[in-house]
Structure formats: structure tokens, C-alpha cells
């Protein structure tokens, strides 16, 4: 098993990009994008996924990557974003847009552009707030 995963290309993509995947974490507020679940409450870590498929072409850089639960992770496979939002709405009962996602993975971190957060605000707090509210658990 080690001299698999020792082989060229099959670090984890959070190894690879370093710097720019705790920005993307950052940005995303440790939360998944689609359905706004931190670690805790998905019950695994979170994933980076890429919006373009990596099978479409899609590449490794801070505007095609977001952060996902293991959840959505899995369920969004090759899809593109606005597939899965379709899917999402009708299988996992989750609301957001294409739209929104792209504009997210626009964003620029707030930890790393001089904005701020409160100071005691935890990530479930934060995943929360960003949670769409007919998101039930």
C-alpha cells in the first residue's frame, strides 16, 4: 500500500497545492459549499472538489476547486455544477445554484485579505449561518 501511494501524482491535492488549499479552506470557511456541513456534523473531513471535472478538463487552481463534505463529494461524481444542483434539489433535498457556487470559488479568502472574523465565532457557527434555512438536518 505504501509504494502505491508513494508514486508521482498520488499525494492528496491538499499536499500539492499547499498555501492555495488552506486559502481555499479559508474562503470556504470550513464548510461544504453545497450543503454548508462542517467536519463535525458530516461526520468525516471535508474534501476539495473540483467544480470543472478533473475527466472535463478541469484544473487544479483555487477558482475550480471548493471545499465538500464527503456527502456531496460523492454524490456530485463527474457532474457538472449545474447537474448536481438539479440532482441535489431533487435527491438530497439541498437548494443553491451553479451561480452561487461559481461565485464562491471567486471569492477571495477572507483571512488572507485583510478582513477578519469574530473572534469567538466557531466553524459551526459559521456553517450555520451560511446553511440555506429550509436546509434541515
Known amino acids: 500500500r505504501a509504494a502505491h501511494s508513494a508514486r508521482p501524482g498520488r499525494e492528496s491535492?491538499?499536499?500539492?497545492?499547499?498555501?492555495?488549499?488552506?486559502?481555499?479552506?479559508?474562503?470556504?470557511?470550513?464548510?461544504?459549499?453545497?450543503?454548508?456541513r462542517d467536519a463535525d456534523e458530516s461526520g468525516a473531513h471535508l474534501h476539495l472538489d473540483h467544480l470543472t471535472p478533473k475527466s472535463a478538463?478541469?484544473?487544479?487552481?483555487?477558482?475550480?476547486?471548493?471545499?465538500?463534505?464527503?456527502?456531496?463529494n460523492s454524490a456530485r461524481q463527474d457532474m457538472t455544477v449545474t447537474q448536481f444542483a438539479a440532482y441535489a434539489r431533487a435527491k438530497l433535498g439541498l437548494r443553491f445554484t451553479a451561480t452561487a457556487i461559481r461565485a464562491q470559488a471567486r471569492r477571495r479568502p477572507t483571512g488572507f485579505v485583510g478582513g477578519s472574523r469574530p473572534a469567538r465565532e466557531t466553524t459551526a457557527d459559521r456553517c450555520a449561518r451560511r446553511r440555506p434555512a429550509t436546509l434541515s438536518r
Do not use: F, H, P, W
Not at 13 to 36: H, N, P, T
Not at 60 to 72: E, I, P, S, W
Open 13 to 36: 491535492l491538499s499536499k500539492r497545492l499547499g498555501k492555495v488549499a488552506r486559502q481555499i479552506r479559508a474562503r470556504d470557511e470550513d464548510c461544504c459549499v453545497y450543503c454548508g
Open 57 to 72: 478538463g478541469g484544473e487544479d487552481v483555487a477558482t475550480n476547486l471548493v471545499m465538500a463534505c464527503r456527502r456531496c
